[in-house]
């Protein structure tokens, strides 16, 4: 079986206090492709134009990925965004969006692709989600990325989808802002009332959360002392969380599996950010993701030895 993606498949300009990049492989699809090719065979879905050359493609396909489903229209251009981080690295400015071949994107998927097991919505219109949902029959367990805009413009087909999938992964800002909620837990909370068994709130630098009906997880971040480049890291934590649960396929997905489904998504985010856009991942080999998830592991447990307590 396999694991269908659909979403934006890109070329970013990026400057960063680290460094700059005029032209490098990004997109949703690409790092959630690139993280979840780890555990299992990804088919990616999304439109391309005729400049995606074959380094890119080649790229694209790094561990087996299925780029059958990409489509490569004819004279048109690939999705392009451009933006600029300062120090702090949780904001960004976007000085450039050409939506290009993305602007007309119908998804189309094969029936390989439908048949597919596990489905991610990577951040596109909602409608389009919905009908991705629609078609992707064979699919038992799906999660769906989002984002502030279409919180803004297009809320009820975004609530909408949301009732058709099993996960959602927003950043902390962005589940508030859904349900009109300050607080995270109480956000996440409601949002389970909507349709989803689990709802994942990225948290940056400071980790991420993970709310279901049987309990509250929070992972940190893994501790690095070198960032370079944070795009493609919310794809790419998304990529280890998915591909953790696809790779454990007839289990019931429990919250501990989730649990440890954060850790792999964490461990794979932690790496993305190391180096500009695709790089670090593309080279990125399983025993140094395990390394990483035996540090959270360690970095995050403690024994508790209890003292009297005064009244």
């Known amino acids: 079986m396999s694991v269908t993606v659909v979403g934006s498949i890109a070329f ?123 078609q992707a029959t064979g699919a038992k367990w799906v999660a769906l990325d989002s984002m502030n805009l279409w919180i803004d413009i297009a809320r009820d087909d975004l609530r909408n989808v949301i009732g058709m999938v099993d996960c959602l992964i927003l950043n902390d800002a962005e589940v508030r802002q859904l349900v009109a909620k300050p607080n995270l837990v109480s956000a996440a909370r409601e949002l389970l009332t909507w349709g989803p068994s689990a709802v994942v709130a990225k948290q940056g630098e400071y980790g991420a959360v993970l709310v279901t009906a049987d309990g509250f ?52 985010a932690s790496y993305n950010v190391e180096e500009f856009g695709t790089d670090r991942v593309a080279r990125l080999t399983g025993e140094e993701i395990a390394a990483r998830v035996s540090e959270l592991q360690t970095i995050t447990a403690f024994q508790d030895a209890p003292v009297a307590l005064r009244a």
């Open 12 to 134: 970013d300009a990026v400057k960063t206090p680290f460094g700059e990049r005029e032209r490098m492989l990004g997109g949703a699809a690409t790092h959630f492709a690139l993280a979840a090719s780890f555990f299992d065979e990804i088919r990616a879905v999304g439109p391309v134009g005729e400049d995606f050359d074959d380094a890119a493609f080649e790229v694209l396909r790094t561990r087996g990925t299925n780029t059958d489903d990409v489509e490569q229209v004819a004279g048109g251009k690939t999705f392009f965004w451009k933006g600029e981080y300062g120090w702090d690295l949780n904001s960004r400015e976007t000085l450039d969006t050409q939506l290009n071949v993305f602007e007309h994107f119908e998804p189309k998927l094969s029936q390989a692709s439908k048949d597919s097991e596990i489905l991610f919505l990577a951040n596109i219109v909602p409608a389009l989600q919905a009908q991705v949902r629609e």
């Open 217 to 268: 997880f929070s992972l940190p971040a893994y501790p690095l002392e070198s960032v370079v480049d944070p795009t493609g890291a919310g794809d790419t934590f998304a990529g280890g969380f998915v591909g953790y649960v696809a790779a454990h396929r007839g289990e019931p997905v429990t919250h501990d599996l989730l649990c440890r489904a954060m850790a792999y998504g964490t461990a794979l």
